[in-house]
């Protein structure tokens, strides 16, 4: 296995595994929609079960976000093997969106359901309910993005990259 795949998988079996490590012990410490303070009112720990997507949306609708899951991962495996994403923090990157993809198929296969337990907030004003594997894919998504663009790379440029000019001019 070469470095660049070992950097990537163990990446995603980190998330993956911390995922589910911490959705067990909030499932087997906490009452299901009964907050715990962390840090005063801004952080709480709240047990939800979501058969929604992300915060959510659409509820009961178990087959299509197993599917869509199954899509997210194999366009994870795609970029992953793509020129452009062959930094070392793209491979981090990669590996933690997919980690985070993952943890949450897991969820929804086994259960129907995604276990969803850090609530972040002030009074009623309120995030969505999430977990690690949310954190994972959004924070990995939007630090991939960055980094792309960073290095000066749209997403135009990663479906057509610069050639030579086949039309003479």
Known sequence: MT??????????????SLDQLTKDVASSRLLLGRPISVLGDFVRLTLVHNTGAAFGLFP??????ILISLLAVAVVLYLFARDAYRSMMNRILLGCILGGAVGNL??????????????????S???PVFNVADSAVTVGVLLLA????????????????PGPDLAGG
């Open 146 to 161: 960055w980094n792309l663009a960073r290095a000066g790379r749209s997403a135009s440029d990663l479906e057509n990259p």
């Open 3 to 16: 470095r660049r795949i070992g950097v990537f998988l163990f990446c995603a079996a980190a998330v993956a």
């Open 125 to 127: 004003v309120r995030w």
């Open 60 to 65: 009961g609708s178990r087959l299509p976000f």
């Open 106 to 123: 897991v969820d929804r296969i086994r259960w129907g359901k995604v276990v969803d337990f850090i609530d972040v907030g002030i009074g």
